[in-house]
């Protein structure tokens, strides 16, 4: 049996008794024998499909649309590098759509800020894998806004549900290649996973350079957060230990930086770089409260995004509060957004050698409850308090080839 063992910042940790882990759904915990029982199909539950978009710019694109049963739904886009254009929890929008909605990857416009013009937006777009940020020149070559990963579609490696234990567990996984002749060879493999009944996913990632010369690795997580999580009132809480604009447009908000206005004619968007302060497991947690006039709506209280310090050292806010783009971009990376060219003159540009892998994992959630999003504003609080003395680590690596030597 498994009964609650209290709460760690505000997220439900249950003690397991017996060795035997349960489902949690409608408020309580289910042995798999009991579900059985009842149903005739996990679909009646939960589930994820894979399905093709038929309209639009979007035509022809594969979807996977993944019900947790919990009251999170979300689209993964396996021919857009395996995104997630769409979230929502109980019905209610997590994230910002941009105008030009889902597009195809055959759209894409790799010179200049052509990339804006197929951003979706959406719960996640992943920036990468060799530039990541403005367009620039760097040692001659010409590179685009924020790379070419999100207009790379995945192999599919594997997708569905299954029981492990007494949990059920839904997952889709997929290879992205990001290499051309006489360039990078870079693979990267992420495993999206959500459980039934629950309110969060997980994103695994693993790159691995397959070529036979070391190749610039830059990836950043561009998360959109949008209304109506995101509104007037709703406030950013973050270990921040340094918070440094890009520009003086983004330095003149920096002392409301944390907090989100209602939408701004004229708005131009802020960039805060944030030095964050790990936990004792070199995790950081940045959490974006609901706004206060939608208590009682049944909406998500507060998002909240995990990430391992030592994997993604950077981290950007994006703040764009304009009429119509009205998005929150929490950002972790290994790079600041400035593209290839501006880290390579800071001497900050990471690479990634023939056969090193580099792992980056990620995960998102929804509070349900007030309390809860006070609890884990207090842990971010603490964790900030000490002062990050859990320094970042040199990115860890494995080597696939010297593994098998």
Excluded at 68 to 97: E, K, N, Q
Excluded at 139 to 158: K, T, V
Excluded at 229 to 247: C, F, N
């Amino acid at each position: 049996m498994v009964r609650e063992a209290g709460r760690r910042n505000g997220r439900r940790k249950w003690k397991v008794v017996g060795g035997i882990r349960m489902a949690t759904l409608f408020g309580r915990k289910w042995k798999r024998e009991e579900l059985a029982r009842l149903i005739g199909n996990m679909s009646q539950l939960c589930g994820v499909e894979v399905v093709s978009l038929t309209d639009g710019p979007g035509r022809g694109a594969r979807v996977a649309r993944f019900r947790t049963g919990g009251g999170l739904a979300f689209d993964v886009a396996i021919d857009r590098g395996m995104d997630i254009p769409a979230a929502s929890f109980r019905d209610a929008s997590l994230c910002w759509h941009a105008p030009c909605g889902h597009v195809a990857p055959a759209f894409y416009e790799p010179e200049g800020n052509g990339w804006l013009r197929g951003f979706f937006g959406g719960l996640l777009t992943t920036c990468g894998l060799t530039q990541a940020g403005a367009a620039c020149t760097d040692q001659g070559s010409q590179l685009g806004l924020h790379g070419r990963y999100s207009y790379i579609p995945a192999e599919l490696l594997a997708c569905g549900g299954e029981w492990r234990g007494g949990e059920y567990a839904m997952r889709i996984k997929g290879r992205v290649r990001e290499g051309h002749l006489y360039g990078p060879n870079l693979v990267l493999t992420r495993e999206i996973s959500a459980m039934l009944g629950g309110a969060g996913l997980c994103i695994r990632d693993e790159v691995v350079n397959e070529g036979f010369e070391p190749s610039p690795l830059m990836i950043l997580y561009h998360i959109n957060l949008g209304f109506p999580i995101l509104g007037p009132g709703s406030r950013i809480v973050a270990p921040s230990l340094k918070a440094t604009p890009r520009d003086a447009v983004a330095a003149q908000g920096l002392p409301e930086h944390d907090r989100i206005p209602a939408p701004t004619t004229g708005f131009k968007e802020h960039c805060i770089f944030h030095e964050m302060a790990a936990d004792g497991e070199g995790k950081v947690t940045v959490l974006v409260t609901a706004p206060p006039e939608l208590a009682g709506a049944g909406i998500a209280r507060g998002l909240y995004v995990i990430y391992d310090r030592n994997q993604l050292p950077r981290f950007t806010e994006w703040k764009m509060v304009g009429e119509g783009a009205y998005v929150l971009g929490i950002e972790p990376a290994n790079c600041l957004p400035m593209g290839r060219a501006h880290e390579r003159a800071a001497g900050t540009l990471e690479s990634i050698q023939p056969g090193q892998v580099r792992r980056f994992d990620i995960e998102i959630g929804i509070l349900t409850d007030d309390g809860d999003v006070a609890k884990m504003a207090e842990g971010i609080e603490r964790a900030k308090a000490a002062g990050g003395k859990t320094s970042a680590r040199a990115p860890g690596a494995k080597s696939r080839r010297r593994a098998k030597a």
